[in-house]
């Protein structure tokens, strides 16, 4: 079995998971390992994005470090070319294409993410791809920023563990102001839409850095009460955030300039134990301020690189300290417990169906 799942199999392969940003597909062709397959991205000539087996079937050279002719990819070692779609269409040494067809996987691009499906082709389905709409992706009166990528050599758990219980932020992020407030949320919890929901409502008060966020007009006095959620679309997608202020000294009329920024953290597992760890804001105020911008992207690279250096610690010691003692789970465990066994259930279907 693999930590944390009654299975050696860890990794869910029918979703669909962020496989680049938009702008990293370009015409050179880059390779990235996902569900533990190389894989070829590069864009057609019309600008389709392309997801190919990374690997030649002829010598096992990599795609990657071949050429585009055209729409084809053209393998550096021998030569052999292969259409978009994955067909063999010329073998230099003997003047012919063949019959044989390299695995290609269907790419989504949606705004500023690609989409890779990897599993069962015949469940295949684009709806499937979490909902823009909840998050403010691409849609009107939100702004996105703050791009960042993170490799992690670790389990992709321990990252959804990671996220789902924040009373980590007072240590790990201990440069956070207010991060205090994340020992001890009074938790609740929500299923909707398909999605799980992990809500932590805590009191909070101004400190610098709301006025780093909201700027220095949105001030206010007192207490304000706040939502904080974890949103789980699935082991590819959770959305976070700083919180949505519900009323401040029990006064429910908060100023619009406290508005709300999601915090997306996309989770593609590369092998059982290493994850691309994609990560991007939304919010619906400060739109187009540079300065913000900045000041988010920088805070996002520093804090998913303190969770980087705290997850590959545990990786680095899981497997032998797993047995040799039991797991201690705690209140604050609840909706990591709760999502691993939405998982292992994942996890068990598509077993089933390849039994």
Same mark, same amino acid.
């Given at each position: 079995? $693999? ?44 600008? #389709? ?14 795609? $990657? ?6 729409? #084809? ?56 791809? &979490? ?59 929500? !299923? ?43 082991? !590819? ?16 009329? @908060? ?13 593609? &597992? !590369? ?50 300290? $797993? ?15 709760? @999502? ?8 068990? #279907? ?6």
């Amino acid at each position: 079995m $693999a930590y944390p799942f009654s299975s050696d199999q860890t990794m869910v392969r029918n979703r669909w998971y962020i496989a680049a940003f938009s702008d990293e597909i370009t015409r050179e062709p880059m390779e990235r390992t996902i569900l533990g397959k190389p894989v070829v991205f590069y864009r057609t000539e019309a600008g #389709a994005a392309v997801a190919m087996y990374g690997i030649c079937p002829h010598r096992y050279f990599p795609l $990657a470090q071949g050429k585009l002719e055209g729409d #084809a990819i053209v393998c550096g070692y021998h030569g052999f070319k292969f259409d978009f779609d994955g067909k063999c269409i010329e073998v230099p040494s003997q003047g012919t294409g063949t019959g044989f067809c390299q695995p290609s996987y269907q790419i989504e691009e949606r705004g500023t993410l690609c989409w890779i499906w990897m599993g069962d082709p015949d469940v295949c389905d684009p709806a499937l791809i &979490p909902p823009y709409e909840d998050f403010g992706l691409d849609q009107p009166g939100w702004y996105d920023s703050s791009y960042n990528y993170c490799h992690i050599e670790g389990r992709t758990q321990l990252l959804i563990d990671n996220l789902l219980d924040l009373t980590h932020l007072p240590y790990v992020h201990h440069h956070i102001p207010g991060a205090e407030g994340m020992k001890d949320p009074k938790l609740r919890e929500e !299923e909707r839409s398909g999605f799980f929901n992990l809500i932590r409502e805590m009191p909070l008060r101004w400190n610098p850095f709301h006025e780093l966020i909201y700027g220095k007009d949105a001030k206010f006095e007192g207490e304000a009460w706040v939502e904080n959620a974890s949103a789980v679309y699935g082991p !590819e997608l959770i959305r976070t955030g700083l919180g949505t202020i519900q009323s401040i000294d029990g006064d429910t009329n @908060v100023p619009p300039e406290l508005g709300t920024i999601h915090i997306l953290h996309g989770i593609t &597992p !590369e092998t059982e134990n290493s994850v691309h760890y994609f990560g991007f804001s939304t919010r619906d105020f400060r739109q187009g301020d540079k300065g913000l911008d900045e000041f988010q992207l920088n805070s996002d690279v520093k804090i998913r690189g303190q969770d980087k250096v705290a997850i590959e610690a545990v990786e680095a010691r899981l497997d032998n300290a $797993a047995e040799f003692q039991q797991e201690l789970l705690v209140k604050s465990d609840t909706g990591a417990v709760k @999502v691993r066994k939405m998982i292992q259930a994942m996890l068990d #279907a598509e077993a089933g169906q390849n039994a």
